[in-house]
């Protein structure tokens, strides 16, 4: 069990937009920004979004982030076959000291 | 160019330990923070430990706690986790990584950990 909340899954067509969200609490979103990460098993994570809505040099504006009090989401617009990856959300927790991540949402391009 | 390049995984007994490295390269490797951050097959990234960057501040997740040892060796620019007492459900793909709150976020391919008698 994550101590961040991720939808397992979310689909979407070419073109489309696509959003997932990431619950947490008051000792982790509440409290510290939100980083969120492109993965495929076996490779690196790859940063995406950073401090809640920065993106990192490199990284189209396709992507976006918001925060609100414990939650979370990251945006894909303009959905592209290459964006079928999992998607984590991560952030400090100040009552664990760990980083805490979601269990990550497997995104499929119909 | 950023470089976490991890090694030391394996095959293991359960019981059994292993000694993961880390070398890292092309960033202040002495000025960050360094995390290890592992990943079971079919399941989500975990973090397993963290240590600041002077070696003052150090937690590990409870599933670990007691068993594995971070380390680093700023000198060396390397980061290190002992593992003992190995357990199946400690089979994954462990990362070196350097989460943050900034753009600064570095992390391995990985090395891959099994345990398995």
């Known amino acids: 069990q994550s101590v961040l909340t991720q939808p397992p899954s979310a689909s979407g067509t070419p073109g489309q937009r696509v959003t997932i969200s990431c619950s947490g609490s008051s000792s982790n979103i509440g409290s510290n920004t939100v980083n969120w990460y492109h993965h495929l098993p076996g490779t690196a994570p790859k940063l995406l979004i950073y401090s809640n809505h920065l993106r990192p040099s490199g990284v189209p504006d396709r992507f976006s982030g918001s925060k609100s009090g414990t939650s979370a989401s990251l945006a894909i617009s303009g959905l592209q076959s290459e964006d079928e990856a999992d998607y984590y959300c991560a952030a400090w927790d100040d009552s664990l000291n760990a980083w805490v991540f979601g269990g990550g949402t497997k995104l499929t391009v119909l | 160019e950023v470089q976490l390049v991890e090694s030391g995984g394996g095959l293991v007994k359960p019981g059994g330990s292993l000694r993961l490295s880390c070398a890292a390269s092309?960033?202040?490797?002495?000025?960050?923070?360094m995390n290890w951050v592992r990943q079971a097959p079919g399941k989500g990234l975990e973090w397993v430990s963290s240590?600041?960057?002077?070696?003052?501040?150090?937690y590990y997740a409870d599933s670990v706690k007691g068993r594995f040892t971070i380390s680093r060796d700023n000198a060396k620019n390397s980061l290190y986790l002992q593992m003992n007492s190995l357990r199946a459900d400690d089979t994954a793909l462990y990362y070196c990584a350097s989460p943050s709150g900034g753009s600064a976020d570095y992390w391995g391919q990985g090395t891959q950990v099994t345990v398995s008698s």
């Open positions: 092309g960033f202040p490797f002495s000025s960050y923070s």
């Open positions: 240590i600041s960057s002077s070696s003052s501040y150090i």
